[in-house]
C-alpha cells in the first residue's frame, strides 16, 4: 500500500474526511495490533475489504493510507474510502437507484459522500464487479472536477 501524499492531506476538499478518520484514528499498542496497521495508524477496515478497494481501483491508482484507513485520490482529491468490513464511501452528489447502500454518515454524507456495499450481494458478482469498478471512476471524475 502507498504512502499518503502531502497533498491530499493539504487539500482544502479533503477536510471533512481527514478530520472524520483522524478523529477515531488509533496508534498501534499492543503486538497484535501492529500485524493490523496501516503505516503508524491502526487498521479501521477488513483486509478482504482493502483487497477489494484494490480491485476497484484504475489502473496505476495505488491505495493510500489514511489514519487507519485505506483510500484511493486523484489530484489530491480523495475519491473512495474503505471502511469497516464491508462498505466503501465514494464522493458523488448522487447514486444510481439499484446499488445497494448503507445509512449516511453524517458529516460526510453531509459533504457528498455515499455509502455502498462493496460486495452488492444483491447482483451476480461479475456484474456487481463491473458496476463497482464504473462507480469509483465516476467518482474519480468528480474528485477531478473538484480540483478544478
Do not use: C
Not at 476538499?13 to 483522524?22: E, I, P, Q, W
Not at 496497521?37 to 477489494?52: F, S
Amino acid at each position: 500500500m502507498g504512502r499518503k501524499s502531502p497533498e491530499v492531506a493539504d487539500h482544502p476538499a479533503n477536510r471533512v474526511l481527514l478530520d472524520y478518520l483522524r478523529a477515531q484514528a488509533r496508534r498501534p499498542t499492543a503486538p497484535i495490533d501492529y500485524i493490523y496497521a496501516i503505516d503508524e495508524w491502526e487498521l479501521h477496515t477488513h483486509p478482504d475489504l482493502v483487497e477489494r478497494l484494490e480491485e476497484l481501483a484504475p489502473d496505476g491508482i495505488p491505495v493510500i493510507p489514511l489514519f487507519g484507513v485505506p483510500a484511493l485520490a486523484t489530484n489530491g482529491i480523495v475519491a473512495v474510502v474503505a471502511l469497516g468490513t464491508s462498505w466503501l464511501m465514494v464522493r458523488l452528489p448522487q447514486l444510481p437507484d439499484d446499488l445497494e447502500t448503507q445509512d449516511p454518515i453524517p458529516p460526510l454524507s453531509d459533504h457528498g459522500w455515499q455509502a455502498i456495499s462493496a460486495w452488492q450481494s444483491e447482483i451476480p458478482t461479475a456484474e456487481a464487479k463491473q458496476r463497482l469498478t464504473q462507480l469509483v471512476n465516476d467518482a474519480f471524475h468528480h474528485a477531478r472536477s473538484l480540483n478544478q
